[in-house]
Nanobody
């Protein structure tokens, strides 16, 4: 199971760092992805990282503002979010995938409870 945390209320232009911790499972061999879901919308891809090689890929909407990283020792993935906009408001989820470099939510699993990010303008 994956547990996302670190969300909160922030003003536009501010920053937040989200964490995704895995319990009872090593993340080696997985791609770890961050997705978000706003009310009335589908879950959309934000960023992902290959655990073994550290390669990353991002949605165009967050490229240059968000950075995904991992900590092997803590079995944790992070999403550093900067220059936040009101459009970034959503519940953020992390998931794990064995499908290479996927941006599809259906290719990810082990979803845990998300964390709410609210950006005020």
């Amino acid at each position: 199971q994956l547990q996302a945390s670190g969300g909160g209320l922030v003003q536009a232009g501010g920053s937040l760092r989200l964490s995704c911790a895995a319990s009872g499972r090593t993340l080696s061999g997985y791609d770890m992805g961050w997705f978000r879901q706003a009310p009335g919308k589908e879950r959309e891809f934000v960023a992902a990282i290959n655990w073994r090689f550290g390669s990353t890929w991002y949605a165009n909407s967050v490229k240059g503002r968000f950075t995904i990283s991992r900590d092997n020792a803590k079995n944790t993935v992070y999403l550093q979010m900067s220059s936040l906009k009101s459009d970034d408001t959503a519940v953020y989820y992390c998931g794990a995938s064995v499908t290479g470099r996927s941006r599809k939510a259906t290719d990810y699993g082990y979803w845990g409870q998300g964390t709410q990010v609210t950006v005020s303008s």
